[in-house]
């Protein structure tokens, strides 16, 4: 089962609030990633790219461009 998302929104500290179909709301952040995928690593350097963050088409994830992105079973199982 997708927990699809409804809303993201980038916050202090390089942390996403996530809004799910379902009512619930998660946070996640993002600073972990940045030892595992060096891509995304750009969030931190880039200058306003992180607060860039939309709802993927059909909530399935979301993504900051092509090359960023994370699915809704990440944010919902790694969320908090």
């Known amino acids: 089962m ?3 998302v409804q809303d ?3 916050m202090p500290d390089f942390i996403l609030k996530v809004d799910f179909i379902n009512g619930i709301c998660k946070y ?3 600073k972990p990633l940045w030892k595992i995928w060096q891509p995304f690593r750009a969030l931190e350097y880039t200058n306003g790219l992180f607060n860039l963050v939309k709802v ?4 399935y994830g979301i993504s900051w461009n092509d090359e960023l992105d994370l699915s809704c079973e990440e944010l ?3 969320g908090y």
């Open 2 to 4: 997708f927990h699809k």
């Open 76 to 78: 919902w199982e790694n």
């Open 56 to 59: 993927d088409v059909g909530g």
């Open 28 to 30: 996640y952040d993002i």
């Open 8 to 10: 993201v929104k980038a």
